[in-house]
């Protein structure tokens, strides 16, 4: 079993920027992949990041591309999600997921945080 508690998320103006983090414990060795989602109200849920903890490259949605950088402490088993250049569209319930396959589908990860709301005024 893996554990995910995310942490972060917040009120910030159009422009802004957050960090979001993500905590795993237990069996993480079993999740190869780790990755960021969110929904919005009304909304499916929608890939955001992902990377792999043996390596490779990230992968971002093109709607957040180089405006969110996703990054790791292995030795704190700790993802990050750092988004800048925040709009009012990013606002979203943002939830991280683990699992063994490269996916940007949901429904790939075995593993989720409970959510961390993030909004974005304008």
């Known amino acids: 079993q893996v554990h995910l508690v995310e942490s972060g998320g917040g009120l910030v103006q159009a422009g802004g920027s957050l960090r979001l983090s993500c905590a795993a414990s237990g069996h993480t060795f079993s999740t190869r992949v780790m990755a960021w989602f969110r929904q919005a109200p009304g909304k499916d849920r929608e890939f955001v990041a992902r990377f792999s903890w043996t390596g490779g490259a990230t992968y971002y949605a093109d709607s957040v591309k180089g405006r969110f950088t996703i990054s790791r402490d292995n030795a704190k088993s700790t993802m990050y999600l750092q988004m800048n250049s925040l709009k009012p569209e990013d606002t979203a319930v943002y939830y991280c997921?683990?699992?063994?396959?490269?996916?940007?589908?949901?429904?790939?990860?075995?593993?989720w945080g409970q959510g961390t709301q993030v909004t974005v005024s304008s």
């Open positions: 997921a683990a699992g063994a396959v490269m996916s940007t589908n949901s429904f790939s990860y075995d593993y």
